[in-house]
T-cell receptor, first 118, second 111 residues
């Protein structure tokens, strides 16, 4: 398994509270991603990062922010959680970068964080 | 924009039956295509991939061929086992390293 650790694994929080999810990798991969998984929607990209301090929005970025101050850590923050953000959140990493051997590198996923907003 | 469409499930088969899960895509440029598998309570695991037209990806008896003319990447296995029961996701990666996933197809294999 790729060295990806998500924390916490489970969290229950109340509407309106801030929440931060952490993804930690030991692979030194350049790309990191946050997805959410919901029934009937598959996986949808929230934000991704292509390097330290370099991030971009995905298809469902509203209500979420991210930060990447170190290669190994990618944080996802819900500034004010809402019930619609109840979901399973997956972090993923990819080696893709400048070296030809890393082109078309697949994603490797963490085991997910189950977030419930009450 | 880029998107992936895969057949809805669940798909229920008896052990040793032939499996096909359909996947079609819409993309600009030259995407790479992937199949991932997810077991209960776990993250997605790469099953196989193909990076250019006519490539065939294969792993653990599963295979899929990148068909540019039909924009398809159907997953097949000749003889499924109970242990293959899982959710299968088709995905594409665009030229900017962004991945797009289908909605997933749940496979149930009965003994």
């Amino acid at each position: 398994d790729a060295g990806i650790t998500q924390s916490p694994r489970h969290k229950v929080t109340e509407t309106g509270t801030p929440v931060t999810l952490r993804c930690h990798q030991t692979e030194n991969h350049r790309y990191m991603y946050w997805y959410r998984q919901d029934p009937g929607h598959g996986l949808r990209l929230i934000h991704y990062s292509y390097g330290v301090k370099d991030t971009d929005k995905g298809e469902v970025s509203d209500g979420y922010s991210v930060s990447r101050s170190k290669t190994e850590d990618f944080l996802l923050t819900l500034e004010s959680a809402t019930s619609s953000q109840t979901s399973v959140y997956f972090c993923a990493i990819s080696e893709s970068g400048g070296r030809a051997s890393t082109y078309n590198s697949p994603l490797h996923f963490g085991n997910g964080t189950r977030l419930t907003v009450t | 924009g880029n998107s992936v469409t895969q057949m809805e499930g669940p798909v229920t088969l008896s052990e040793e039956a032939f499996l096909t899960i359909n996947c079609t895509y819409t993309a600009t440029g030259y995407p790479s295509l992937f199949w991932y598998v997810q077991y209960p309570g776990e993250g997605l695991q790469l099953l196989l991939k193909a990076t250019k037209a006519d490539d065939k990806g294969s792993n653990k008896g599963f295979e899929a061929t990148y068909r540019k003319e039909t924009t398809s990447f159907h997953l097949e296995k000749g003889s499924v086992q109970v242990s293959d029961s899982a959710v299968y996701f088709c995905a594409l990666m665009d030229n900017f390293n962004k991945f797009y996933f289908g909605s997933g197809t749940k496979l149930n294999v009965k003994p």
